[in-house]
C-alpha cells in the first residue's frame, strides 16, 4: 500500500479535500458539506461507488493552518496531520502537491525532489521560465516529477480522438474557457495539446488583455490554434477541432472523472517507478502558458517557443 501525502492548500483550489477522498475512497459527509467548494460533495455523492484507489490511502497532510489540516482530515478521512511539510519524509511513498500557486511550487517541492519522494505539482507546475529552468534540471537529474491539468485525461476528449483521422487534414483548433490565464489557460492548453497527441508548439502571441486572454499559437505541423479565456462569461471549457472534411465541439463536464484518472495515472507511476507522462510534455505546455503571458507584457509581440 502507498502511503501519500498531501501538501495544500491555496486560495479557490479544493483539490485537498476532492483528490484525498477519491483516493481514500471515503469521506465524512458532514464535514465535507463545509469545505467551502459547493461542487466537491455534489460529485464525490454521485460517484461514490468508483470511488478509492487500489494500493493507495492518503495518510498525511500538511497546511499552512492546523484548522485547515483538521478539517480536510476529517473530511477526507486522513490519519495524520504533520507540522512542518518536511515532517512526511520518510513516513510517505509519493507526496500530492495540491497547490495551483506556482509561485510557490518551487520552495515546496524543492525538500521532497533532495529527499527523493516522487512528486506530483499541481497545474500549473510553474509561471516564470527560472521556476521552469529549475524543473526541467531536476528532471534530467532523474528526478521523479510529475505534473499537468487533469484535462489531460478527460474521457470527452477520447471520442474526438478516434474519430480524428476521419475529419481530414486539421486546418484549425479554436478552445474557450472561464478565468485567468495562469491558473486557467493551463486547463485549456493541457485538453488541447494532449488532443491533438502533443505537438510542439513554435510561437505564441497574446493578442487582447488580461482577464480577456486571446492567445494564438502556431505548432510545428503549421497548425494555428486560437484560445479564448475570459474571465466573466458563462464558465465553459470548450474545444474545437476543424478538419478538410469534418468537425467536432467537445465541452468539458466531468471534473470528477478527469480528477480520479489523473490520479489513477500518477499511483501506477509511482508503483512502476518512474512518471508515465512523458516530462517534455509538460514543458511544452508551461513554455506556451509562459510565453503567452511574456507577449501579453511585450504589448502582443510574437514570442519563439523553440528552446
Known amino acids: 500500500m502507498l502511503k501519500l501525502g498531501v501538501m495544500g492548500m491555496s486560495p479557490g483550489n479544493g483539490h485537498p479535500y476532492s483528490w484525498s477522498a477519491i483516493i481514500n475512497g471515503d469521506y465524512d459527509e458532514a464535514a465535507m458539506a463545509h469545505c467551502g467548494y459547493a461542487g466537491v460533495p455534489v460529485y464525490l455523492a454521485a460517484n461514490r461507488d ?3 484507489i487500489e494500493g493507495a490511502r492518503v495518510t498525511h497532510i500538511w497546511t499552512q493552518e492546523r484548522g485547515i489540516s483538521e478539517h480536510i482530515a476529517a473530511a477526507s478521512l486522513i490519519d495524520n496531520i504533520v507540522a512542518r511539510p518536511e515532517g512526511m519524509i520518510g513516513q510517505i511513498d509519493a507526496l500530492l502537491l495540491a497547490r495551483d500557486d506556482p509561485e510557490n511550487h518551487v520552495a515546496m517541492a524543492k525538500p521532497f525532489i533532495d529527499a527523493g519522494v516522487p512528486i506530483f505539482i499541481d497545474k500549473p507546475l510553474a509561471a516564470t521560465a527560472r521556476d521552469l529552468a529549475y524543473f526541467e534540471e531536476m528532471n534530467a537529474a532523474g528526478k521523479f516529477l510529475m505534473s499537468c491539468s487533469s484535462m489531460r485525461y478527460a ?8 474519430e480524428k483521422a476521419s475529419l481530414g487534414k486539421l486546418e484549425l483548433a479554436t478552445a474557450v474557457g472561464k478565468k485567468d490565464w495562469i491558473k486557467y489557460g493551463v486547463h ?3 485538453g488541447l495539446f494532449a488532443l491533438l497527441d502533443d505537438p510542439a508548439a513554435i510561437t505564441v502571441k497574446h493578442v487582447s488583455k488580461a482577464h480577456q486572454d486571446i492567445v494564438c499559437v502556431e505548432f510545428e505541423s503549421g497548425l494555428p490554434a486560437t484560445i479564448h479565456l475570459f474571465y466573466d462569461i458563462v464558465p465553459t471549457f470548450q474545444i474545437s477541432i476543424f478538419g ?11 471534473w470528477y472523472a478527469m480528477f480520479r484518472d489523473n490520479l489513477v495515472e500518477f499511483v501506477r507511476s509511482v508503483q512502476q517507478g518512474k512518471p508515465r507522462l512523458a516530462f517534455h ?4 505546455i508551461i513554455r ?3 510565453g503567452a503571458q511574456e507577449s501579453l507584457e511585450r504589448g502582443g509581440t510574437s514570442v519563439s517557443l523553440l528552446a
Request: hydrophobic fraction near 35%.
Open 288 to 290: 506556451t502558458l509562459i
Open 244 to 254: 478538410q472534411t469534418g468537425w467536432r465541439l467537445i465541452e468539458y463536464k466531468n
Open 281 to 284: 510534455k509538460t514543458v511544452n
Open 50 to 52: 468508483t470511488l478509492g
Open 155 to 162: 474521457a470527452e476528449s477520447g471520442t474526438v480522438k478516434t
Open 188 to 190: 485549456i492548453l493541457e
